[in-house]
């Protein structure tokens, strides 16, 4: 018989992420007399002090720090089997993961959410955002089922399905006072490396990040979503490459001025993508919901920019 359980683990892991033994008794709908008799009975069983304590405060000793950490992949494991359990047994997955690529909005997808809890309001949606190599990495590593709007080639190996939703074309945009709106033909690359750039920083943990549009050297202000890039160069403190979507309507009102540079960027390609093998109802719904609609277009163009 094993002297640790799941229930045990998932006390350690909410004490952990709240502070203390009775924020953790409120998340997990006990009392903290509970949790505190839960904690010392695994210790006996184990014969191992995971905790230290000094007063009201608990901290973990390194055995208990070791139980944590191997034991939060055995939760993650536990959790993904009782979803996979109760998609075969109802078809429809208990929970959904969707990343966004950052250039996108998740209010974009508006209808699409309402569409779909009406025919399937027994699972739950958790949108995330992510951007370049990071949107293929949080789909290998599982933090989503479905990612929209990955750019690029996936990386090697393998293990998922892309289909490309379109392509994004970009403009070199800066601000009319930024020095670079008053240089006359192209912006030659040592002018640029006298500017800030902005740009938009990858989430990626694991795998290489991509640069995209930066020389060596070159001073950046990086920042999480293509929004705050728009923002950041409409306020003249650097320069970059903007989604045309995005830039339209600004350099239409002349809040922006479209530059051309040496090295323009080429189009993106935009890609739908999702674990080979892995696919639930609800993940075919939004699948076959996301080959029907314009996302290049709905998606950007429902963003205000100005």
Known sequence: MFRISLDALMILDAIDRRGSLSAAATELHRVPS???????????????QIYDRQGPKVSLTRAGEELLKEGRYLLRIADDLEKRVMRVASGWETELNIGLESLFAPISLETDIAAFCGVAGGTRLRFSRESLTGSWEALLDRRVDLMIGAPGQGPSGGGYVAEEIGKISFVFAVAPTHPLAKVKGKIKKEELLLHKAISVSDTARRLAPRTIGLMYGQNVVAVPDMQSKLGLQLS???????????????????AL????????????TLYLTWRAGEVGAALEW???RMRHVDLTGRLIESISVV
Do not use: H
């Open 236 to 254: 003249g403190i650097g320069f970059g490459f903007l989604p045309e979507p995005y830039a339209r309507k600004a350099i239409a009102s002349g």
């Open 257 to 268: 001025i479209k530059k051309e540079v040496e090295e323009p960027k080429p189009d993106e």
């Open 286 to 288: 939004w699948i076959e």
């Open 34 to 48: 509970t949790i505190s008799y839960s904690v010392a009975r695994l210790e006996e069983d184990l014969g191992v």
